[in-house]
C-alpha cells in the first residue's frame, strides 16, 4: 500500500513547523512517531496534502526533572520514557503503562506527544495522563497556552488542540515519593488495544489511611474516564477489600463502552470496575499496603 | 451493527414531530450535513462533510422517510458512499410523552458500513457512530429549544 500524493516538509526548528502549520494548518498533519498516521496514510483513509515531520526538532524530545513533577518533550519515544530511571522515580504511572503499548518496535518509534494528539481511547498515555493531572504546552505561531490533560481529550480520536498548534511538552506533577502506582489492562493479544485499561495512584499515611487516590480509565467511552467517585470513597479509609470492591463499582456508571466483534459493552463495563480494583490493590500493594 | 439510544427534548411532541420532519432543522442537526434536498415526496439528496482525526471524506447519499405514523413514529433509510467508504441502514425513530411534558425521542437502528474505513476503522466505528447520533439527537433538541 503507498499513500496518495502529498507534500513533505521536515522543518530544522520548532518556529519554522509553526509557520508552515500558520499557513497550511487545515490541509496539514503532523508526523511524530508515525505509529497511527502512517498506516492511515498508506490505507489512503487519511490524506493530508502537506506532512509536517518533526523528527528533525531534537530539542522536543528530553525527560526533565520539573519541581517535584517532570517534563517531558513530546517527540520523546515511547522506549525511551520506558527505560528511564527519572520516570520510573517521579511518575511511576507513566513508566508501568509504557511497556503495554503496542509492541518493541512501535514504542522505538512512537512518542509520548504523538501518542496523546491522536488521542485513541483506548491507549495507555491519555489514561495516565488524566490520572496525573498532566498539563500539555501547546505551541502556535507567536503564543503558547497549557491545557489540563482533563480538558485536552474531546472524543474518539478528536482533541482540543488546533490545526496550527503543536503539543511541546508535558508537565507531570509530582506524587508523594509513599504512593504506590499500576496500570492494568485487558487485551485479546498482547500488544492490542486495551479493552479495558485502569491506572491507579495510591498512597497511604502513617496512621494507614488512604492519604490521596487518582484513578482513571481507558476504552470505556469517548475519552478517558477519571474515576472521581471511587478516589473520594477512598480518601481517609483503611484499604480493604470490601472498600475496594465498593469504591471500584462507582465507576461503572460513569462508564460509555463502545461494542465491537471483541467484547460487548456489557463486558467492558462489567470489567471496568474489575481493572479499577485491580488496579488499586496492585497501586496499593507498591505502597506496602497488602489487602 | 446496531444502534438505540433515547434522547430527552422539552418541547412538546407536535412539535418535536414536525421538526424530525422539516429538511432545514435535519440539515442544522446532522454531523457535517452541507446540503438536503428534496427529490421527491419524503426522499431527499444528501451531501455530508466528515471528519474523525486524519480520515476526511464526503459521502454523497439518499435519505427516505416512510411508514409515517404521525406523531408517533417513522422510518428513516439512509445510504451514501464516498472516498472512504459507504453507509447503508435504516432506522426506526419513535416519539413519546415525558411525564411533566416533553418529548423521549427513542431510535433503533441498523447499520451497515463497508469498504475501507469499515476494514481498517472497525474498532472505532461503533463508537463514533454512537457519537454522531447523539450529536444530531442534542442538536435537534437545542434547534428545537432555541426555536420554542
Redesign the interface.
Known amino acids: 500500500m503507498k499513500p496518495a500524493v502529498f507534500e513533505y516538509v521536515r522543518p530544522a526548528s520548532l518556529d519554522e513547523a509553526l509557520d508552515v502549520l500558520h499557513q497550511r494548518g487545515d490541509d496539514a498533519k503532523v508526523l511524530a512517531g508515525g505509529q497511527s498516521l502512517v498506516p492511515m496514510m498508506n490505507f489512503r483513509l487519511a490524506r493530508p496534502a502537506v506532512l509536517v515531520d518533526l523528527n528533525g526538532l531534537g530539542d522536543l524530545a528530553f525527560i526533565r526533572p520539573a519541581a517535584d513533577g517532570l517534563a517531558v518533550g513530546a517527540m520523546t519515544r515511547q522506549r525511551t520514557i520506558e527505560k528511564s530511571a527519572v520516570v520510573r522515580e517521579r511518575a511511576p504511572l507513566l513508566a508501568e503503562a509504557t511497556p503495554l503499548i503496542g509492541h518493541l518496535p512501535i514504542r522505538t518509534r512512537g512518542t509520548v506527544g504523538g501518542s496523546l494528539v491522536h488521542a485513541d481511547p483506548a491507549a495507555e498515555y491519555p489514561a495516565v495522563m488524566v490520572a496525573l493531572d498532566a498539563e500539555f504546552t501547546l505551541a502556535r505561531k507567536g503564543a503558547t497556552r497549557r491545557v489540563p490533560a482533563g480538558e485536552f481529550f474531546d472524543t474518539y480520536l478528536s482533541t482540543t488542540i488546533r490545526p496550527d498548534e503543536i503539543l511541546t511538552e508535558i508537565r507531570l506533577p509530582g506524587t508523594s515519593p509513599q504512593a504506590g502506582a499500576a496500570f492494568v489492562e485487558i487485551s485479546r493479544r498482547h500488544g492490542d488495544f486495551a479493552l479495558v485499561a485502569a491506572g491507579a495512584v495510591v498512597d497511604v499515611d502513617g496512621a494507614g489511611r488512604i492519604g490521596g487516590a487518582r484513578i482513571a480509565l481507558g476504552g470505556v467511552g469517548p475519552r478517558p474516564v477519571r474515576a472521581r467517585t471511587a478516589e473520594g470513597m477512598l480518601v481517609g479509609q483503611r484499604p480493604t477489600a470490601a472498600l475496594l470492591a465498593e469504591a471500584a463499582a462507582t465507576v461503572m456508571p460513569e462508564t460509555d463502552p463502545p461494542e465491537d466483534i471483541h467484547a460487548s459493552a456489557e463486558y467492558r463495563r462489567e470489567m471496568s470496575a474489575v481493572f479499577t480494583r485491580r488496579a488499586l490493590a496492585a497501586a496499593l500493594a507498591r505502597a506496602g499496603v497488602q489487602v | 451493527m446496531k444502534l438505540e439510544g433515547s434522547h430527552d427534548i422539552p418541547v412538546p411532541r407536535q412539535k418535536v414531530w414536525a421538526a424530525f420532519l422539516d429538511p432545514e432543522m435535519l440539515r442544522q442537526a446532522i454531523p457535517g450535513c452541507e446540503r438536503l434536498e428534496a427529490t421527491g415526496d419524503d426522499e431527499y439528496k444528501a451531501t455530508l462533510k466528515i471528519g474523525?482525526?486524519?480520515?476526511?471524506g464526503t459521502f454523497e447519499g439518499k435519505v427516505k422517510l416512510s411508514d409515517k405514523h404521525p406523531p408517533e413514529s417513522y422510518h428513516m433509510a439512509v445510504e451514501g458512499s464516498g472516498?472512504?467508504g459507504f453507509v447503508r441502514g435504516g432506522t426506526v425513530i419513535s416519539l413519546a410523552d415525558l411525564e411533566g411534558g416533553g418529548t423521549r425521542v427513542s431510535y433503533s437502528a441498523d447499520v451497515q458500513v463497508g469498504g475501507?474505513?469499515a476494514g481498517?476503522?472497525?474498532?472505532?466505528?461503533?463508537?463514533?457512530s454512537?457519537?454522531m447520533a447523539d450529536k444530531f439527537f442534542g442538536k435537534m433538541g437545542e434547534l428545537l429549544q432555541a426555536a420554542a
Open positions: 474523525v482525526a486524519a480520515v476526511k472516498g472512504p475501507l474505513i481498517v476503522g472497525q474498532r472505532m466505528l461503533g463508537g463514533v454512537k457519537m
